[in-house]
Nanobody, 125 residues
Framework: VRLVESGGKLVQTGGSLRLSCEAF????????IGWFRQAPGKEREGVAC????????EYSDSVKGRFTISSDDAWKKVFLQMNSLKPEDTGTYFCAAVPEGDYNSCLESDYMDYWGQGTQVTVSS
């Protein structure tokens, strides 16, 4: 499955942004989907993930209460709604996917099999 992210841009502190990740060659049904981000000089961080099998979600402490992961009904697209953005949310955001059952945590990048190319989010102070 090929993943393509979109929606990243420059936004002011306190603003909102919605990122999209679209699947090509397959749908996200039977996958767990994660959103990750990486700032310059920092390690990649898992921020949100969604299981298509039981619709459970998981968030990192740094975004809990501000970000929401969801999908469309067809499991063709997965979204990351980001509210109350902070400068520390700046980075390249990637979506990733792994078949259900093949991971312990979809917030850990080592488990993810498929990755998009990333979309840049910049939050100005």
């Amino acid at each position: 499955v090929r993943l393509v992210e979109s929606g990243g841009k420059l936004v002011q502190t306190g603003g909102s942004l919605r990122l999209s990740c679209e699947a090509f060659g397959d749908t996200f049904d039977d996958y767990a989907i994660g959103w990750f981000r990486q700032a310059p000089g920092k390690e990649r961080e898992g921020v949100a993930c969604l299981s298509s099998s039981d619709l459970s979600t998981e968030y990192s402490d740094s975004v809990k209460g501000r970000f929401t992961i969801s999908s469309d009904d067809a499991w063709k697209k997965v979204f990351l709604q980001m509210n109350s953005l902070k400068p520390e949310d700046t980075g390249t955001y990637f979506c990733a996917a792994v078949p259900e059952g093949d991971y312990n945590s979809c917030l850990e990048s080592d488990y993810m099999d498929y990755w998009g190319q990333g979309t840049q989010v910049t939050v100005s102070s």
